[in-house]
Every structure is written in C-alpha cells, then in structure tokens.
C-alpha cells in the first residue's frame, strides 16, 4: 500500500450508503427507489447512479472478485463496499481518491481486477441485471385540474409531436406503441387523459411538467382512479396516498368538486404528498397525516369511494433484480405485507357504510399480495361487497386477468410489462350491494396515530392535516431542512417511472447531521 496510506481517514459516506442499499437490494429484496428514497444523504443522485451501476455489473464484479481471490487476500473487505468501489472505479468516476484503507485496498489490487475483467465472457455481461424499460414507452398524464385535453394536444403540436390515429382495438394500440418515433404519440385506448410517447422522451425542462399541468404517471399506476371513477361531488378515501399520483389523478375525475381525504402516515412521504397535491392545483384534496388503519367513518364522513394501494413488494415496478435470484421477495417480508394488505382492505371494506366501490391495487405481480388477498377478503366479507369483473370495465379489451386458480377466477386484471408495455400491476374492484348489512367490525386496536391532536385548515381551506405533535415536529423539521432543488430530485426518482439523468460529478451540499425518521412505511 502506499506510503502515505492513513489508517483514520474513513469512507466516503456516499459509498457506505451505496453499498448498503446493494446489499438489501440482493440479500432482502428490497426496492431501490425505496431504499434510495429513505436516504438522508445530500447527493441522492450520486447513490442512485452508483447502486445502479453496481447492481447492472453484479455478474462482472462476482467474476472478477472470484478469479482474483480478493477476498481470501484481503478477509476483513466487505464485500458490498468492494462491489461498489470497483464499480466507481470502473464506470463511474472512473477514479478513486481517498486515503480511506478499502480505497487503497482496491487501488492495491487495481491491475488485476482489470485484467479478469477483459476475460469475463460478453454472454456473461450480457445477463448481468438489467432494467426492463427498454420497449415501455413514456406516459404522459394530462392535468385536467390546469389544463384540457385539446389544449395539451395543441401544446404538443407546437413543440413538434404528431399525434397518431386512435387505434380499433387493444391489440392494435399495443403494436402501434411499438412503432413510436422520436416525435410521433398516441393517445392511451382506455384513458382519455393519459398519452404515450416514444422510450426516452424527455419532460423534465417541459413548461407543462414544471407548471404542473402534465404528470408522469406509468399507465398501470392510473388504473386504479381510472376503475374507482368517481364522479363530481363524490367523497373519496384514498388510503395510502402518497407520492400523490393517484390522489391528483382522483381530484381530476372529480374535477375539484366534492372532497378527497388523502392519508399518509409516514412524514417524509406525507412530505412529497402536500407537495405533489400543490403543484397540481388539487384543491378538493384533505391531507391527512395518520395511519390509516386507526381512521373511522367519523374522522372521513360520508366516504363512498375508497382506493387501497397498500406497501407491497414492488415486484412489478421497473426494478432492478438480481443475476443471483429469481427477484423473489424474502418470504418473511412477503407474508408480512400480505397481512396488513388483508387487514387495510378489510378496515376499507367494512368500516365506512356509505361505501359504494373500493379499488384494491398493488405495484406487485405476486399471487400472494394480489389473488391470496382477494380471495381471503372473499370470505370474510359474504355477499356485502361483490368482485365486479374488470372484463366488463374494459368491454374485454384486456389481455391478462387474475388465475382461475382463486377464488375471484378472472375477474381481477394484471398489468404485465412484456405484454401491456406498462410496469406489473394488480387491481380488484368491489362493489356493495346495500341490500346486505355490513357485518360487525371490530377496530384495529393499535393505537391511533394522531390521539391528542387537532384538525387544521390551511388558508384556503383546502388542504386538512391531522398531525400527531411528534410527527408535526419531525415534518417541520424536515421542510426546514429540504432544499426546492432536491423535492424535485425526490419527485424524479420516486414519482417518474423513468431512471434520471444522472451526474456522478454534482457536488454534494453541505447538510446538518438528520434525526432519523422512525416511522417506516413503505406504502406505494
């Protein structure tokens, strides 16, 4: 090692955390945007570049590792900070300089890992990690709250696009996706509001997506609002609202009129929520910062649509999957969120009685978060609620449905990537019929997350908060902290289906030492 090599000089923080985040990525299965999403680090970017990087050469950097015996030589190494470190030094910066002991390791070793990297096979590269989002298209989501239909189209037209002839079937739509061009869209066949342009297409310095008056919404994730159709002066109950995506999809099928209570426990997510909710003109929207599972029909009133789109695996989500895996989600965490995907659909179910539809939807391709959880739902409920047949929303314009193999059979519908070029996505409708009691319910006995707490009205009385105090603080604090540049980063990476651009080079801002959030949720 070198001659001026300082045993105190400390890692980076960025690769600590980038390795960190590979680590559960493989070893858990864990989601990178989530992961990334619940860092306090000031360079999100950096992560998020560097992960990936790692993650898309996991077969290269396990060969090369192996054949150079890097950690027989060297036990104490561990080996996720290694990964990433061969991977900044080989794709990223294509650099290294600290004096930190793991860097000088690698540095060390440096030729070496060169020259077994020439020898791995390109067939070996070629079935690293990859990100499925090659053939999907960029869909675009017209903000009916700012802007109309016709008028965006118009917008578009002056910018260049060309708008392609509607398709006769479903069928047809998905080859005519197929065929975009740099400057050729096509308007969605089942959602009026919802365009798809060619791969790639850039929004980001788009005056309509900074305005608000275009969202970046992958068609599966506007399924559910586009199912649940509430019409004007409805009461909606979305339950697990944030980014806020389909809370402003909803405020739009209502046009503002009527009141949408939109629930996010977790504060950093609650966060995003208010913000997305305000860029986007949503003025019918409630914000509620609670757990939803401690809500009741009194703190909601009147409530007659509800959407559920629990924390789930994000199994269908454009994610990255391991070379050493199947992508399965780790068993434990699986059953974990199948039950509280039981227990919130059944306190949506059962515990508003003005209630007239329920959409049941998860980012997840999954039998265990989608069909195990209907179907326990089924037969629990009787014939208060019925699965409506998503076939006959859709005029069986529609390819992939729910297995026969479960109870509900094929009413609920699939959103696969391979086939309806949108990320994998679930959804089951319910419709009460009011001829039926509902049954007794008994309350989640947890204990409610804003006791003690008060309900405030902002200035133009359209955003409500229930605020645990313990929570406002830590939701102040946070506000106080984030930057306008980096609620737009979160909002790209969390909310866009796209990967960003990424630049390894941004310098960090300097940042207070962060409070850790307790609160965990992951909800989707």
Known sequence: MSEGF???????????????????????????????????????????????????????????VRKTNLFFKEPRFDPWLARVLISELFWG??????????????????????????????????????????????????????????????????????????????????????????????????????????????????????????????KASCLPAHFLNPPPNSVVLDMCAAPGMKTTHLAAKIQNNGIIYSVEMNARRYSVLCNQIKSTKATCVKTINADAMTLSCNECPDVEYILVDPSCSGSGMERLECDNTDGKCAP?????????????????????????????????????????????ILSDIGDVYKLIPIKSLLNNEWINFSSNEFKCRDNCLYAKSNVDMTNGFFVAVFERDFEVSLPEYTRHSRKKAHDNSEMKINENNCVEEIKNSNVEDNFKSEKKRKKKKREK????????????????????????????????????
């Not at 493989?26 to 990334?36: C, V």
């Not at 065929?179 to 060619?198: G, R």
């Not at 965490?333 to 998860?362: C, E, G």
């Open 489 to 524: 980063l979160m909002e790209n990476l969390i909310n866009d289906e796209k990967e960003p651009d990424v630049d390894l080079d941004e310098p960090a801002k300097k940042k207070k030492k962060k409070k850790k959030n307790d609160e965990t949720a992951d909800h989707n």
């Open 93 to 218: 910066k294509q650099s290294l300089k600290a004096n930190a002991i793991p860097i000088q390791i690698i540095l060390k070793y440096e030729n070496e890992l060169r020259e077994e990297l020439k020898k791995v096979d390109e067939t070996t590269k070629n079935s690293s990690i990859i990100i499925n989002k090659a053939a999907k298209p960029r869909y675009v989501r017209i903000n009916t709250l700012k802007i109309t239909v016709d008028e965006a189209i118009n917008n578009f037209y002056n910018e260049g696009y060309t708008l392609l002839p509607q398709s006769k079937n479903y069928k047809e739509f998905l080859a005519k996706l197929q065929e975009l061009t740099e400057f050729t869209y096509i308007q969605d066949f089942h959602i009026s509001e919802l365009f798809a342009f060619a791969p790639g297409t850039q929004f980001h310095n788009y005056d309509g997506y900074i305005s608000g008056a275009i969202v970046l919404q992958d």
């Open 6 to 64: 300082k045993h105190s000089v400390k890692v980076p923080r960025l690769y600590k955390a980038a390795s960190t985040i590979v680590k559960r990525v493989i070893e858990d299965g864990e989601s990178l945007k989530q992961l990334i999403y619940n860092q306090n680090h000031p360079n999100i970017k950096a992560i998020y570049a560097l992960a990936t990087t790692t993650l898309q050469h996991a077969t290269e950097l396990n060969e090369i």
């Open 332 to 376: 434990l965490r699986l059953k974990s969120l199948q039950s509280f995907q039981v227990m919130l659909l059944r306190h949506a179910l059962l515990n508003f009685p003005k209630v007239k539809r329920v959409v049941y939807s998860t980012c997840s391709i999954y039998p265990e978060e989608n069909e195990m959880v209907v179907d326990e």
